[in-house]
């Protein structure tokens, strides 16, 4: 997969999935911009695609406010002159009985990966349009597709959310050359899968090893992913390979879901 030259904004790349993928990325040849609300974590991802001989950009930013995702089209535009694919994947949770969710819940949850997914595709949408070309990718999750071990009902209803907009996202802006892929992780092993286990750990009274391999033990190839797992499902949607891609929701699981 050859992504030499490309332009890719990477939102939530300060750790985990974002910043696997921002160095997969780079790996492949693109330049990445590396967009997070947490400024050092970011500044360590930019500084390790920089370490692999790619240009990058480091913007701090709340991807929940629309003034913030303009301001950071804007920065990575003025920087770059073009913007080629978006992994939009910033995401948030907490672990909770769905009779325990709260209207902050919702509201925190729905903010970043609802609204703020929906605003970053339309708005490098705008930039992409002109020039008739451009990859966004979606970080969804197997939660939007009825994941019974989902980390809450409120969470999955965000990335339902996630996984009906790539549909017709990818309708109204394939005239326009546009693909839009959604990517649906199953178990991942990150700083927000380690708090879902904690908590689960906690309620449940049963030790993190306990819980961990219940949780493996449900899947049918018997291991999680690593983040780099998801990486490369995000190399492959940005690459020329998947120019015939379009409005699909892929697993990447371990055969968790088979949908
Ligand atoms: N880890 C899993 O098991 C799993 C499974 C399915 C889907 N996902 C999805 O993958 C994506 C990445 O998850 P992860 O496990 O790497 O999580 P993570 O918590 O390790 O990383 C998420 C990153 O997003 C950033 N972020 C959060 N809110 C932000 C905001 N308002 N503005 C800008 N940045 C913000 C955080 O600072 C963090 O760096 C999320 O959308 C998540 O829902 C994760």
Redesign the pocket.
Known sequence: MDLSDQVVIV????????KAAALALADAGADVVV????ER?LEETAAAVKAKGRRTLAIR????SVAEIDRMIAESVAAFGRIDTLVN?????RRAYIMDLTEEDWDRIH???AK?VFFCLQRVAREMIPRRSGRIIN?????GKGFPGTSNAI?AAS?GAVISLTKTAAQQLGPHNINVNSV??????????EQIVKVMSETEGLSIEVVEARAVASVPLRRP?E?ED?ADMIVFLASARARNVSGQSFNVDGGLIPD
Do not use: E, H
């Open positions: 939102t939530g790349a300060g750790q985990g999935i974002g967009v997070d609300i947490n974590t930013a709340d991807l929940g994947n910033a995401g948030v949770t903010r970043v990966n703020g970080i969804a999750s197997v939660a969470y990335k649906c992780p199953g178990i991942v092993r990150t700083a927000l899968y992913n983040p998801i």
